[in-house]
Structure formats: structure tokens, C-alpha cells
């Protein structure tokens, strides 16, 4: 056990020089580390909002949109069931009225043939239908949608669009964003140390859903101005039309939805050198896309993003490869914004802000100043007392718990893991528990000297026997911790991550760093007797 050869002492000394190195650049000012040349470890923990400021958003659902969305992808999936049908269903008189869909089959005697290719497209994955199917007059059949499929719709939509914000915060180089959700149609955004509120609530707040349709250039201009459309087709928004119309009017069904893109990228146009997001589509949306202009070559087609026309180019030839090229008066940074919002997937839910808060360091350098004080006192009393009692096995163990400090440190700065406040009173328990390892130590090596054991034997005795019972009593509170670090959320999981640190570097300095300098002063002093 006393047994420490010398490669082993040079690597536990490296070890003890990288951790203060990776530490220090915490206890830094940022002009310092400005200066810090790269390559040099100048990574820093990163303080959470309750410490270092931050915004705090609250983002709340358009259930209503979602709901219209639905009836819009519902009847889609209709007409293309009834088109695909054997023989093929002819139907008419397609509304969108009361918060469901209703259609007439034309010939009452395929009623049956109707709802049997209805059932694939109602159907969830769990055996249930989403929708209802409802036959009136004979020949209208009605979609009403269900209750619970309502409720699962939303949820999906809710845990979809806090992973997009997840993602979308974290493409911009926002550290340990808190993203929770709050009820059933709400989601939680703080974001600690952020300087640009309204960068971030326009980039959340973005849906970026792409589409892609064909412009209906045989509505009536007048008509479109009035935001009024014909039959089969939408006006939408198009504030950049070169005809001076605020309007454009497309093709409501068989356009391409922005789901089928693999990647984008800002850029610049070649002959005109404007901004520009380069988009990429998978197989299936490259096919479409190729035959979608392949159909339509030499007419106006859409783009379109969060309904609103951004550009209308004319299809002069077919467009095949599945890449294509959006322009729209960017700027380089809305170009960014656009390709990291579409990078990140489409929201599936509009998404708006009902609650705004900024969080001002100052309770944060309070709680901080706290903090310090009450580690810096449990230390030094901790240090005096194990002093106090063990002498020089107090002095080792106190220097292994001034070394753990550093590497909790140095590992959440290499990690760039946040401290919050709860994380700051996780620290501190780590302090006042970090000893306990030593005190179970030294107190066996006592119960090992009453017995009459000489002294190296004592030592040895000391460590294995006591090491057991340490690496025991610590597994359970690591579990324990990496429990709350996966169930919890916000300030409780970053109470968990220090936690976790904290265990793992007080279990290892405590152990392997005292035993190293025991050996030492053993194979130096030869003692005749303990001091313990």
C-alpha cells in the first residue's frame, strides 16, 4: 500500500500542476485572460443567471395555430388518400369550418371505400385514432379531432419546440441555457450572462417554417391587394413584391415543407454578392423539389418563411441536386440567424413571449460574496481542527482539501460546466464533507497502533481497511447525485453537478494524494511512533 513508485509520484505531481493551472483562470479578471496567448488552458467556470445575471423569457403556445395546422395537414393527407385510392375517390366541397374538416364523396356508393382510406391517416401509434369520423347527409363525411389527440399533439409540439430552442440557444455560444416546461403549453427560457435579450427572443421566437409553393399567377390582382384569394389558393404577405402589391397569391396544397432539409448555410450570391442561405434537401425532398420545378418551369414559385413571402423567383429551368439558393434583402447576421434557425429544425408551434425579465448581477455578487466567506470560514475551521487532532496526517489531509478546491474547479472550468447558487452550497458541502475520508483514515490507523501494530503496518492496515468503507459510503452518494442531475432541472441539477465533482475528487485526493505523501515521510523520517 506504501508502495509508490516514481513514475506514479511524477504523474500525481502533473496532475496536481494542471488542476491549479485549469483553476486559476476562474479567479482571473477577463482583461487578464485576454492576454492569455491561445493554447495556453484559459477556460472558466461559467456563473448561472441567479450569480451572473441573464434573461429570464417565458414563451407560451398558439394552441390555435396548432390546431389550424392540423386541419391543414389533415386535409392534405385526405386528398391524397382519396387521389391514391382503387379506383379513385372523387370528392368536393372541402371546408375547414367549426375546428374540423368536412368533405362530400360525390358518388354516395364509395362512402364505405372513403372511410376505409381514411383509417391509416387517423390512426396514432398507439392503436387509437386521433380523429373522429362522422357521416352526415348521406354522403359528408366530417374529421373532428379528437380530444386526446389534441392533448398529444401539443405535447409533441411542446417537447419539439423546447429541444429546437435548446439547440438553437446553444448554435449561438450561450452556455447552460435552463429550458423547462411549464404546464401544458409554456416553456421556460433563462439565459445567464447574456447581453443581447432581443437577439435571443427574436431567434426563439422565430418559427422558421419553410415552405415552398407555386404561385397562383392566374389570381385576380386586384382581388389579391384586398388579401382576398380564389378557390385552391392563399394570399400571403410579400412586403418585397416588385409589383408594389403587399400580396401574393400561391397554391394552398402541394407545395414542399422545410422538414426535408438536411442542412443550410449562409453565403453570397455570386453576380450580385448579397447574402444569401444556401439550403440542402434530403432524397426525398430533392426529388420532390426537382419534380416540383420540373412541372412548373417558367412560372413564379414561393419562398416562403413563417408565412410570409420573401422572394418569388421564376423557375427558369429545373432545379435538380436538392440544393437550392434563398435571398430576401439579408444581412449577413439575418442570413446567419436564418440558416442557424433552419439548421436547428422548424418550431412546430408559434411560439410568443409573454413574460420578459432581466436579472441584474447584483444579487448574484451578493450571493457570490456569501459564498466565499462561508467557504473560506468552513475551511479554515475545518483545516485547524484536523490539525488540531491528527498533526501531520491533519497537515496532509488539509493539504488534500485545499487540492480538491483546485480540481473541482479546474474539472467544471475544463467542462465549462455553470456554477449557480445551489451549486455554490453544493461546494460547500463538499468542503465540510471532503474530510471525512481522512478522519475514517486516521482514526483506523489509531485503532491499528492500540493494537501493537508497528508503525508502517498500522498505516497500511489503516488505508486498505478504511479505504472499503469509503469507496462504499461514496457510490451510494454518487448515485444519489447523478438521480438528481437526471430528474431534475435548473438549480437542482447544478447543485448535482458539483455534487458529483465534489465526491469523486475528495474520495481521490483524500485517498491516493495523502497515501503518496505518507510513503514519502515513511521512507525518509523511519518513525518509531505516530503522532495520531
Not at 387521389?83 to 360525390?106: D, H, Q, Y
Not at 413571449?353 to 447584483?362: A, F, I, K
Amino acid at each position: 500500500m506504501l508502495d509508490f513508485p516514481r513514475w506514479r509520484v511524477i504523474m500525481l505531481n502533473i496532475l496536481i500542476v494542471l488542476s491549479l493551472l485549469l483553476a486559476l483562470p476562474s479567479f482571473l479578471p477577463k482583461s487578464w485572460l485576454d492576454r492569455i496567448p491561445d493554447g495556453v488552458p484559459k477556460q472558466t467556470i461559467s456563473l448561472g443567471l441567479d450569480l451572473a445575471g441573464g434573461s429570464h423569457i417565458l414563451l407560451e403556445a398558439d394552441t390555435a395555430q396548432l390546431a389550424r395546422d392540423r386541419l391543414e395537414s389533415i386535409e392534405d393527407s385526405v386528398r391524397t388518400a382519396m387521389r391514391r385510392a382503387e379506383p379513385r375517390i372523387a370528392i368536393e366541397g372541402v371546408t375547414r369550418t367549426g375546428g374540423k374538416l368536412s368533405f362530400i364523396v360525390t358518388d354516395p356508393a364509395q362512402i364505405d371505400a372513403a372511410r376505409e382510406a381514411l383509417l391509416p391517416i387517423i390512426a396514432n401509434s398507439v392503436g387509437g385514432r386521433d380523429w373522429t369520423i362522422e357521416v352526415t347527409d348521406g354522403n359528408r363525411i366530417s374529421l373532428i379531432p379528437a380530444a386526446t389527440g389534441n392533448t398529444t399533439a401539443l405535447d409533441q409540439a411542446m417537447n419539439s419546440a423546447k429541444d429546437v430552442i435548446d439547440r438553437r440557444i446553444n448554435a449561438v455560444g450561450t452556455l447552460e441555457p435552463t429550458i423547462i416546461r411549464q404546464g401544458a403549453d409554456r416553456i421556460v427560457v433563462q439565459v445567464p450572462g447574456l447581453d443581447d435579450p432581443q437577439a435571443l427572443k427574436e431567434l426563439i421566437g422565430k418559427t422558421a417554417k419553410l415552405e415552398f409553393k407555386v404561385v397562383d399567377e392566374g389570381a385576380d390582382p386586384e382581388q389579391t391587394a384586398q388579401g382576398k384569394a380564389r378557390v385552391g389558393s392563399q394570399v400571403l404577405p410579400y412586403p418585397d413584391n416588385p409589383t408594389g402589391i403587399p400580396y401574393i397569391a400561391v397554391r394552398r396544397l402541394g407545395g414542399i415543407s422545410g422538414d426535408k432539409l438536411t442542412g443550410a448555410q449562409q453565403s453570397f450570391d455570386q453576380q450580385t454578392n448579397e447574402a444569401v442561405v444556401i439550403i440542402q434537401f434530403d432524397g426525398e425532398g430533392g426529388q420532390r423539389f426537382a419534380r416540383m420545378t420540373q412541372q412548373n418551369t417558367g412560372k413564379l414559385f414561393a419562398i416562403i418563411l413563417d408565412g410570409q413571402v420573401i422572394s418569388a423567383p421564376r423557375i427558369n429551368e429545373p432545379i435538380l441536386g436538392g440544393t437550392s439558393q434563398i435571398s430576401g434583402s439579408f444581412t449577413v447576421e439575418s442570413a446567419s440567424q436564418l440558416a442557424i434557425a433552419l439548421n436547428s429544425g422548424a418550431l412546430p408551434v408559434n411560439l410568443k413571449v409573454v413574460e420578459e425579465r432581466s436579472v441584474g448581477p447584483d444579487l448574484g455578487a451578493d450571493s457570490i460574496r456569501s459564498g466565499m466567506i462561508a467557504a473560506l470560514v468552513g475551511t479554515a475551521a475545518v483545516l485547524m481542527w484536523m490539525i488540531l487532532s491528527y498533526g501531520r496526517f491533519g497537515i496532509y489531509a488539509s493539504y488534500a482539501l485545499v487540492l480538491n478546491v483546485a480540481m473541482i474547479l479546474a474539472v467544471m472550468a475544463m467542462f465549462n460546466a455553470t456554477l449557480t447558487l445551489p451549486g455554490i452550497a453544493g461546494f460547500v458541502l463538499t468542503i465540510g464533507a471532503a474530510v471525512d475520508a481522512n478522519v475514517l483514515i486516521n482514526e483506523r490507523i489509531r485503532e491499528e497502533r492500540r493494537k501493537g501494530r508497528r508503525v508502517i503496518q498500522a498505516i497500511e492496515n489503516g488505508y486498505k481497511e478504511a479505504s472499503r468503507a469509503i469507496f462504499d459510503a461514496n457510490i451510494t452518494n454518487v448515485i444519489a447525485a447523478v438521480l438528481l442531475f437526471i430528474f431534475g432541472s435548473g438549480p437542482i441539477r447544478g447543485f448535482a453537478v458539483v455534487l458529483m465533482i465534489g465526491i469523486v475528487t475528495s474520495v481521490f485526493t483524500a485517498v491516493t494524494f495523502t497515501r503518496m505523501w505518507v510513503s514519502r515521510w515513511v521512507k525518509r523520517a523511519r518513525p518509531q511512533d505516530l503522532n495520531i
